[in-house]
């Protein structure tokens, strides 16, 4: 059988046989690996659309807690769009091009299940991209980070200036955009870009266990987080302010919020259900 149809079959509510992606669940924890190694997994109009249709079929799906978004291959997290295809763009595809990229990353975003993106070598120019759109990032320390679109003579086109300029500030944006040279994974996380650095042969047990963590943890409130934080830095103060009292309010609700403080208050470990 070959690898695309074993993650398929593994996979639980993914009938779905993707042509770049493997798709495999562990418990609640959903990993979808973009599998294009021999291209360092660059990101073709294909793949883009697969990530689509594999995200939301894992937003959809009430036992998925977590996703883990990774590349194929140990050289590569994804090493940009498809250069092969940027070529030949026109400029309306382009703007296709750079909407289904847009579209694809505003989704996970704004996913109110955590994503963890994992790290393995080169996330450089879409794959860069795509890692800032995630929630949580844990890299190698031997990852290359950067945008180096301007070596090709175009603009990160999915979301890049404005998710660099947020997570890292003006000055590492415009540095990383304008001159184009990938940064170590010491510099990304002194620049904020990467939550945790470890060992490549470390890189694995560190995903699974923050993976492990989430998906054992409040969903609820998982996504009140998410959605404040998120949608919250869209919005003035006030009315960011009013969303995290409505999110917090909806936990109040939920028998893991009753779980959670019996738990600290009978000196026991809270065993989250869900509900
Ligand atoms: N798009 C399409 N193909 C890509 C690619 C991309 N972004 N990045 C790598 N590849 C392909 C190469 O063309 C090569 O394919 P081939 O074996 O059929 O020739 C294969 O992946 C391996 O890449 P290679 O360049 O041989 O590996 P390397 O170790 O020498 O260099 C990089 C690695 C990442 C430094 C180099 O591949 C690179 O600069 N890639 C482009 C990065 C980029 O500009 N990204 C932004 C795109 S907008």
Redesign the pocket.
């Known amino acids: 059988m070959p690898p695309a149809t074993i993650a398929s079959f593994l996979c639980r509510s993914c009938a779905v046989d993707y042509q770049n992606l493997l798709v495999a669940d562990r418990g609640a924890v959903r990993q979808i690996t973009i599998n294009r190694p021999?291209?360092?997994n660059?990101l073709n109009l294909q793949t883009l659309q697969e990530l689509d249709a594999a995200f939301r079929a894992a937003r959809e799906d009430a036992s998925v807690r977590v996703v883990v978004l990774a590349g194929s291959g140990e050289?590569?997290f994804v090493?940009?769009?498809?250069?092969?295809e940027?070529a030949t763009l026109s400029p309306v595809q382009a703007q296709a091009f750079s909407r289904a990229g847009q579209s694809l990353m505003r989704g996970i975003e704004r996913s109110n299940k955590p994503v963890v993106a994992r790290i393995q070598g080169?996330a450089?120019?879409?794959g860069m991209e795509l890692a800032m759109s995630c929630h949580l990032r844990i890299a190698a320390d031997k990852a290359r980070l950067g945008q180096?679109?301007i070596?090709?003579g175009?603009i990160p086109g999915f979301g890049g200036t404005q998710r660099l300029t947020r997570l890292a500030g003006r000055a590492a944006a415009l540095e990383l955009c304008l001159l184009g040279a990938p940064i170590d994974a010491a510099r990304g996380q002194a620049l904020g870009l990467l939550n945790r650095v470890v060992p490549v042969d470390r890189l694995d047990e560190e995903v699974q266990a923050v993976a492990d963590q989430l998906a054992a943890a409040a969903p609820v409130a998982l996504a009140g987080i998410l959605d404040a934080v998120t949608l919250g830095a869209d919005c003035a103060m006030d009315p960011a302010l009013e969303f995290e009292t409505q999110a917090f309010a909806l936990c109040c609700s939920t028998a893991d919020m009753h779980e959670g403080t019996q738990a600290f208050l009978q000196k026991r470990k809270a065993v989250f259900s869900g509900r």
Do not use: R, T, Y
Request: net charge negative; glycine share 14%.
């Open positions: 021999d291209k360092l660059a050289k590569a090493a940009g769009a498809d250069i092969a940027l080169f450089l120019g879409g180096p679109e070596n090709l175009v």
